[in-house]
């Protein structure tokens, strides 16, 4: 076998160990060590890398951010900031047709704003709006399925821990990133709203109105939702005006939603040691899994397989937005078995190259965030989508009562406004951009 | 083919170095082994880990070839460092010449595990502040600069700055929004990272001495070179020494140009301080060059040997 | 390894499985304080960057003493990257022990709870292996910072130090994972899986 077939091969063993529950960061460490030794014939050259490519990856300054935004989101849910942000959303959303599903996605995208993990978003949600959903009867399939959606705009809007692995791998800056997906995000919340507006116009049985909330009730509820405003602001704003480094962003909104869960008096030792432990549990996950994912790309890159896949497609003839699509066609397929995260790791290092090397018009820059972004909301609808959606599975596991057939029947006008909104983003790129281009 | 050579380093492929000196030196040595010396060249960091652990990839065999600096690994090469110390260098291409002279002298010993090609020095660094820019030491009080290795950062402290340290690619980010106000690095780094559209002004001194400069190797692993015949190591040999480092400071220095034409073109300020302003800057970064004589001192080292030798190396390259 | 005794035989299916559940508390306290330790470490960071972008923003702002002093807690960027190191090391033992690593588990949900059992068993025996190579290997990597007396760039603070603190938790991880080996067998000859 030559180096490229080793490569190719290497893709289907990878697969099968993830189909047969190996975890996925370990299966792409084990392929990488293995792929490497053939590839080179040595043991030495992955053997040697391993003595500081661990403390390479696990020191990466960049990375920090994600245990960092992870304790923030911890404290957040910690400290009740679901209940301000469904009662604010509630007291102007609630009184319509399907009011508190909108509610519901509406405080989700507030939670989004303060948290960088969609599990996070949508079980935090859940516990906060399922109860409200079912007292007014809403069916099961909507309640479930406007959650499960509602919970990706934890990380649809900034700041996003699948964000900050992709520009890590793709060297972008993490600001520009974040700033492109504001836009893309709101479109999300607006296009869930809209769809459950609909869907109670075609199923009025599956909710019930509630009553309107007074103007003083409004302006209550307002203000008990100044603590998450703000930190939003400090966390996204001071990181836009220069105030401080991502990194650093992540810290100050630790400190900020630590403080808020404090005061809330949630926070003695055995609730800080809840929130310590849960941290430490997506950490080690998420490093395993990059960390696997840093070994493997070794291995491609010593089997040259990024630089043979872009000359291929460069010889095939396809056309760029082709080659675009059948990217994210890919993503939509592997988000049917696969997280998030594990599929940005996984193919990043080898789709984006290729994509660099194509002409859309654009400057590489732009491309690149394009790109990003194009990538993140294509692999969070893998969250939502049947049979493997790790957003379903949350909401579906917070209600007992409802079948996951349902949940799954819930979902699907969800994707189907999702995939008209990737459709809507590939095609005018703009959306994307218009932020980031007014940062110059 | 008797070998090929995985060249891995840090930068993306375009830079003037890669582009203009590790992959043309690549084709020269495949040429002249009638193409028995093939190479892969592996920009950006592709065969994984951070770019300190460089050294210790083409020790070990993870890589054939490198290129790097050895300030990525503080303390570890503390010879390297008589380089790097305040208004030591002129231009790159006779200060890597020197280079070579000094590492020949006193350097083999650090750079034992590895077969150097090529040592180096990049041309005269200069500040890049934001704002009316440093025409004083004065000016430089308090300022936030960002430096890229142990000694300079010392130096910054010692002038009066407060050194923040940074990861490269946080520079323009940083510098964009204002989280340090100024950053020192030569011409050819401000082009990539596009500095000159992030500041207003830069500052470099009178005489013939820049403010500081790095030094970088550019190295073979032993066995590697130990496994080829004599023929083809000749060929290795004749591609190593002091041309060859003449040759990178040489790209080092016309990789300045397209930095400082950015910057006129943008109508940045250039300040040029005069004999007298520059005189006090030496003299206010004399304790950092002491403090590294003691240094070497209590490791047993001659460091005021090795400092003059630098010192006069330079200078007679210079004068040439 | 202890022979299983006559009366774990008489209870339970398994390799000591009083034994194993004794042992696996012991292993699961060690990893949860190991976590706590690190995630006690990341408050730390979070305090010193909030501290840190406070003296930053006042630089310059005052020209008397001692507040014209006031700075970046200097090496910040320096200490975030050692202790997330430590941290994110001192996390994986607990990781492994709560079953936190991400699987996928759709194609497997028909099996029965002993074959589920053997499929764990596969990966807790595959994920042992790695963590001991890696624990190994971060360990030679160790001794290398330790010999070259290499430090960080600002503070000159020696790189072993966060090295060190990293191999405690990964030889701690091998540990935790060899253990989960055992849970697993145990699992298998009970016939289901644990929480
Ligand atoms: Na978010
Ligand atoms: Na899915």
Redesign the interface.
Known sequence: MDRLEIALVSIPVLLGMIFVRVPIGLAMLLCGIGGTVLVTGRWVPIMASLKSLTYDVISNHSLSIVPLFLLMGQFATKGGMSESLFRAAAAFLGHRRGGVAMAGIGACAGFGAICGSSLATAATMAQVALPEMRRYGYSGALSTGSLAAGGTLGILIPPSIVLVIYAILAEQNIVKMFIAAIIPGIMAAVGFMLVVAVYVRVNPASAETRERVDFRGRVRAVVDVWPVALIFLLVIGGIYVGWFTPTEAAAVGAAGTGILALRSGELDWKGLKDCLLATAVSTAMIYFIVFGAQVYNTFLAFAQLPQTSAEWVAASGFSPWMVLVLILVAYLLFGCVMDSLSMILLTVPIFFPLIMTLDFGMSPEETAIWFGILVLVTVELGLVTPPVGMNIFIINSLAPDIPLTETYRGVVPFLIAEIIRIALLAAIPAIILFLPRMMQ | QDAVLKIHQFLPAPAPVPKNFIVPWAEKVKEESGGRIDYEFYPSMQLGGAPPALYDQVRDGVADVIWTLPGYTPGRFPGTEAFELPFMPTNAEATSQAAWDYYEKYLQDEFEDVKVIAVHTHGPGLIHAKGDGVESLEDLQGMKLRGPTRMVNKMLESLGATPVGMPVPAVPESLSKGVIDGTVIPWEVTAPLKVAELVDSHTSFSGDRGFYTSFFIFAMNKDTYDALPDDLKKVIDDNSGRETSKWVGRVMDEGDAPGLKIATERGNKMIVLDEAETARWKEAAQPVIDGWIAEMNEKGMDGQAMYDDAKAMIEQYSSN | MSMPTASDQMHEPGLSPELESRIGRIVGAVA?FL??A???L??F???M??I??TG??F??VFHFAPL?RL??V?????M???G??V??????P???Y?R?????????TPLSGRW?AV??L??NV??TV?AV??AW??Q??LA?KLS???????L?M??WY??AG?VVG?WVFALTSLYTVWRSINEIAAGREGP
């Open positions: 949860a976590a706590v690190g995630g006690l990341l408050l960071l979070v305090a960057t909030v840190s972008i930053r923003a630089v310059g014209n700075g970046p200097p090496g910040d960027f320096e975030v990257s050692a997330c190191a941290a994110v090391c001192a996390f994986l607990w990781c492994q709560r936190g690593h991400v699987t996928v588990d759709v194609f497997i589920k499929l764990s596969v990966g595959l994920m790695a190579l890696i290997r971060m030679l990597g290398d070259y007396n290499e430090t960080t760039m600002i000159e020696p790189v966060g090295y990293a990964l």
